[in-house]
């Protein structure tokens, strides 16, 4: 026998009975970013590796180690080039933005949601293929609009109904302040080179900011004593920071300071966030996102100020209660016995979902007979069987037969088929 071809380790398939839970998530998505004047974007899954290196870091997990890169085809004359499936949203949605014309003297609220791939170890809340739904401003320089973010994200883990996740804040401040905050770790790290492990050794020089959000407890006390940030922050995004943390009280929203949070892409100055949860084991960052002021002219544009984030679907997903997703059972199956009811069910069926454009009708296809029909109908969970054999064509009537309830079944006239399922299906 042939070998069975598996999907890849961390890429997964969405099964019928779980697309319901993606759609009601990916709905109420749609409806809140839609009441705040957000539009969504659309950007390839490919593009070139030099923009993923050029935003999210060359000394980045993500970029030197986690990214699917291929050399593309070339031609006689030109070598192929560098391409690589999107990490995250962020650079495309720039890079489109510069593109189009989008970003330059005007603002924009846009959303975008797909696939991304990051090759990660798979565990729990962590896939190579794991799905983001992204939001960004540009042109808004205030903390106004870092609030806005903010609040539309407390407004929809309330309509997902999500509890229970803990919103963590911090300000990186300007790539300038950032800049001397940088020199102060990397000489207080050297002081203690030889306590620091092979990764943040690495670090030190190229990426220092990242020891402070190293997991390896065996650093947790030099982490503690180093310089801190918050110290070391400009005037300017001190006061950014704090009229943020000042709507956010007037708006009764909770959250934490968190010095240490530095995050895991380089492009971020001033305010950064994540939404955390305690119920997905190490994977805890549901929703992360911060400014990124410099980007867009790294990548070319004109100067622009921007803020995002992005939250991971799969992770929401697991913290969504059950009761939530939209019922996907039908309401109605057709037995239809023999091939003259076969005929007539099917416009029947044809006319009910025009009477009702919400009611899911199955038509029994295949055929059958009325024990295996009515088994497939049981197994569809639908409310409702009409019924069609010999006796009802002749006198042009369907039966309505009740399957949750323990109603009894009652045969009407066609013509009133859709006046009774609407007192059935009520
Ligand atoms: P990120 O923190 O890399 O940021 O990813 C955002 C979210 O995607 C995470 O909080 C997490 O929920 C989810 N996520 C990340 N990796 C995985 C994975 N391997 N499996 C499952 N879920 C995952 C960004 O991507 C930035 N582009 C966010 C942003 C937008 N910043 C500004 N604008």
Redesign the pocket.
């Known amino acids: 026998m042939a070998e069975k071809l598996q999907a890849i380790r961390?890429m997964n398939d969405i099964l019928p009975g779980e697309s319901a839970r993606w759609q009601f998530l990916e709905q109420a998505v749609r409806d809140v970013l839609d009441q705040y004047g957000y539009q969504e974007m659309r950007m390839p899954l490919v593009e070139k590796t030099a923009l993923f290196c050029r935003s999210?870091g060359e000394v980045t997990d993500?970029v030197e180690k986690?990214m699917y890169t291929w050399q593309d085809r070339g031609s006689d004359k030109k070598e192929g080039e560098l391409l690589s499936l999107r990490?995250?949203?962020?650079?495309g949605?720039v890079r489109a933005g510069i593109q189009q014309g989008l970003l330059v003297n005007q603002q924009q609220r846009v959303w975008y949601q797909g696939p991304?791939f990051?090759r990660?170890r798979?565990q729990k809340?962590?896939?190579?293929q794991?799905?983001?739904i992204?939001?960004?401003a540009f042109g808004i320089e205030g903390p106004d609009i870092d609030a806005e973010l903010i609040l539309l994200t407390a407004r929809l883990w309330q309509r997902l109904g999500i509890k229970g996740l803990r919103l963590e804040l911090n300000s990186l401040g300007t790539s300038e302040s950032r800049q001397q905050y940088r020199e102060q770790l990397v000489n207080y790290f050297s002081g203690h080179i030889d306590q620091l492990d092979e990764d943040s050794k690495r670090r030190l020089e190229s990426n220092p900011l990242r020891i402070l959000d190293s997991k390896n407890p065996a650093l947790a006390d030099i982490i503690a004593a180093a310089p801190s940030l918050p110290d070391s922050l400009d005037d300017e995004s001190k006061a950014h920071f704090a009229a943020l943390c000042a709507v956010l009280d007037n708006a009764g929203i909770d959250y934490e300071l968190n010095p240490r949070l530095v995050?895991?892409?380089d492009?971020?100055s001033r305010t950064v966030f994540?939404?955390k949860t305690d119920q997905l084991g190490a994977?805890d960052?549901?929703?992360?996102?911060?400014?990124?002021d410099g980007l867009v002219e790294q990548l070319g544009g004109r100067s622009t100020t921007?803020?995002?984030?992005?939250?991971?679907?799969?992770?929401?997903l697991a913290l969504m209660p059950e009761t939530n997703e939209r019922d996907a059972k039908p309401h109605v199956y057709m037995v239809l016995v023999g091939d003259a009811a076969q005929a007539k069910g099917v416009a029947i069926a044809e006319a009910l979902r025009s009477h009702q454009r919400a009611w899911r009708v199955l038509v029994n296809a295949g055929g059958g007979s009325f024990k295996a029909q009515f088994k497939r109908a049981d197994k569809s969970g639908a409310a409702v069987a009409v019924v069609i054999a010999e006796s009802e064509l002749e006198n042009d009537t369907v039966v309505v037969k009740p399957l949750l309830t323990d109603q009894e079944q009652q045969t009407v006239p066609v013509a009133a088929l859709a006046d009774t399922l609407e007192q059935q299906l009520a």
């Not at 809340?125 to 190579?128: E, H, I, M, T, V």
């Open positions: 961390g999210i993500i986690e990490p995250e949203g962020t650079a949605c991304m990051r990660e798979p809340g962590r896939y190579r794991f799905h983001q992204g939001v960004e995050r895991g892409l492009y971020y994540e939404w994977q960052a549901v929703c992360s996102g911060g400014r990124y921007a803020v995002g984030f992005a939250m991971g679907v799969e992770r929401l």
